[in-house]
Antibody, heavy 117, light 107 residues
Framework: QVQLQESGPRLVKPSQTLSLTCTVA??????????WSWIRQSAGKRLEWLGR???????FYNPSLQSRVTMSVDTSKNQFSLNLRSVTAADTAIYYC?????????WGQGALVTVSS | DIQMTQSPSSLSASVGDRITITCRAS??????LNWYQQKPGKAPTLLIY???TLETGVPSRFSGSGSGTDFTLTISSLQPEDVATYYC?????????FGQGTKVEIK
């Protein structure tokens, strides 16, 4: 069964770029024609969908992020990535990667990223 | 964006009780509605999709219903392992949005 795992720095300074990678195990990221999504959860527990990408590189980003976000995919490594620029303390959250964009299944275990100097 | 509003925000019930969680969309989303369960310290898992279809492996005490703007998640007989926060999520348009969650505890 497919499993997802987030990796990347857990501490990012304000104004810098948050970068995370999601590695897909147990199946090919190119199989099934799926979209791959990023979702975050702040301390207030609200879930926020950040956007999606497919293996052709087609993306949709949540307008709430005001063009700070970029997603990419590397099919040779079975990975997809998230970059969030100009971060502030409000971007502190658990970041999840997930398969799909209609429904999300499965999810990675999550990566707590703290924005602090 | 479509706003998703859940009620109640939290509830406490006894083992064996029937509980219902409501999710309301700010506009008609037909049946484009999913439910997730998030246990403490874990990632959410898909519980119900298309408003009423149980994900494989989900116990039959869970059920979902509704269409249009009003949806419900019901647990027919609450079990200790159902302690979790439950979220609804629409997929009618982009961006996808979630409800604020309903925390379920055992009395």
């Amino acid at each position: 069964q497919v499993q997802l795992q987030e990796s990347g720095p857990r501490l990012v300074k304000p104004s810098q770029t948050l970068s995370l990678t999601c590695t897909v195990a147990g199946g090919s990221i190119s199989g099934g024609g799926y979209y791959w999504s990023w979702i975050r959860q702040s301390a207030g527990k609200r879930l926020e969908w950040l956007g999606r990408i497919n293996t052709s590189g087609s993306t949709f980003y949540n307008p709430s992020l005001q063009s700070r976000v970029t997603m990419s995919v590397d099919t040779s490594k079975n990975q997809f990535s998230l970059n969030l620029r100009s971060v502030t303390a409000a971007d502190t959250a658990i970041y999840y990667c997930a398969r799909g964009d209609l429904y999300f299944d499965p999810w990675g275990q999550g990566a707590l990223v703290t924005v602090s100097s | 964006d479509i706003q998703m509003t859940q009620s109640p925000s939290s509830l406490s019930a006894s083992v064996g009780d029937r509980i219902t969680i409501t999710c309301r969309a700010s506009r008609d989303i037909t049946n484009y509605l999913n439910w997730y369960q998030q246990k403490p310290g874990k990632a959410p898992t898909l519980l119900i999709y298309d408003a009423s279809t149980l994900e494989t492996g989900v116990p039959s005490r869970f059920s979902g219903s509704g269409s249009g703007t009003d949806f419900t998640l019901t647990i027919s007989s609450l079990q200790p392992e159902d302690v979790a926060t439950y979220y609804c999520q629409h997929f009618d348009i982009l961006p996808r949005t979630f409800g604020q969650g309903t925390k379920v505890e055992i009395k």
